[in-house]
């Protein structure tokens, strides 16, 4: 039985083509290429390394397991795809330091949306072009933006709820004043055959 999953690339990949929305190199191993439309930008670097890599220290000595199982330390619980994904689905079987694109990155690039994209094809066209993600800096000038991963975990992609921080302090010399304030005078309570009323007398 083939998992629904499997399918997944590659249909959105041939529905996209399609509709012209996908670009292709003239060699096949470059794979997508991307938006050459969209505005120019850079990825920000990760802040940190990530902290089991590189994988194959450990995997190099074993033997790669393909059937689902519960994963132990050091791997992280996987909660992505509603159940229908396992590591294979991303990681390189063969060499875990590699991502399953065309051609490979490394797993901690900063080229992971070409992997993203392969499923979430949509996002991936919106964060090419500023509708989805974050922009780091100003609006004007070089546009620095952050891959998915800086936001979405890719093991637990669902963005978890945050409390919500306090509001700022307000300035000096802006505190509210003591008492309620007068009300005001709805606009069509101020006009008094077609002029309106001298604002000495609105709280007469």
């Known amino acids: ?88 689905e991303c990681h390189d079987p063969e060499n875990r330091n590699s991502l399953r694109t065309t051609p490979p990155i490394a797993t901690n690039s900063n080229e992971i949306h070409t992997l993203c994209g392969r499923c979430h094809a949509t996002q991936e066209r919106d964060w090419y072009f500023g509708a989805h993600g974050k922009r780091v800096g100003l609006w004007q000038g070089e546009r620095e933006i952050l891959d998915c991963v800086r936001c979405h975990n890719p093991h637990q992609p669902a963005i978890q709820p945050r409390k919500p921080q306090p509001p700022p302090a307000v300035r000096s010399g802006l505190e509210r004043p003591a008492g309620r304030p007068e009300p005001v005078v709805p606009i069509w309570e101020q006009a008094v055959d077609g002029l309106e009323q001298p604002r000495e007398q609105q709280h007469e």
Not at 5 to 15: E, G, H, Q, S
Not at 47 to 68: G, I, Q, S, W
Request: net charge positive; with cysteine; glycine share 6%.
């Open 1 to 88: 039985m083939i998992r629904p999953v499997t399918l997944c690339f590659p249909l959105v990949y041939l529905i996209l083509t399609m509709a012209g929305v996908a670009s292709h190199a003239a060699d096949p191993q470059a794979g997508f290429q991307g938006y050459p439309e969209a505005p120019a930008f850079t990825v920000l670097p990760r802040e940190a390394p990530l902290k089991n890599y590189p994988c194959m220290r450990c995997h190099d000595f074993l033997k790669v397991k393909t059937e689902p199982r519960q994963l132990r330390a050091p791997h992280p619980e996987l909660d992505h795809g509603a159940g229908r994904f396992w590591c294979l």
